[in-house]
Nanobody, 114 residues
Framework: VQLQASGGGLVQPGGSLRLSCAVSGTISSINIMKWYRQAPGKERELVAAWDRYGNLNYLDSVKGRFTISRDNAKNTLYLQMDSLKSEDTGVYYC?????????WGQGTLVTVSS
């Protein structure tokens, strides 16, 4: 399984970004996918999670602003981020768990600044 994250960039506070994580390989082995982030000088934290049963979970500070979703036809995981704040700045990583895993994608940098 390989994960390719994209979609990061510079955005002003209050703006939006959509991150994508393209999945290739033995996709049927994946039963959970997550987005993590790591801010400068801080530990990596779980932002959002999706599992194959449709359960979704979010970090409290992003609830109501971020939405995790998966497009099975495109084998892609998304993270829609709205009403972005400066504290959302960091490197975002996608993660997949399942047989043979876990698997990590490379990070994509999100910078929220005016």
């Amino acid at each position: 399984v390989q994960l390719q994250a994209s979609g990061g960039g510079l955005v002003q506070p209050g703006g939006s970004l959509r991150l994508s994580c393209a999945v290739s390989g033995t996709i049927s082995s994946i039963n959970i996918m997550k987005w993590y982030r790591q801010a400068p000088g801080k530990e990596r934290e779980l932002v959002a999670a999706w599992d194959r049963y449709g359960n979704l979970n979010y970090l409290d500070s992003v609830k109501g602003r971020f939405t995790i979703s998966r497009d099975n036809a495109k084998n892609t995981l998304y993270l829609q981020m709205d009403s972005l704040k400066s504290e959302d700045t960091g490197v975002y990583y996608c993660y997949a768990g399942g047989l043979g895993g876990p698997y990590w994608g490379q990070g994509t940098l999100v910078t929220v600044s005016s």
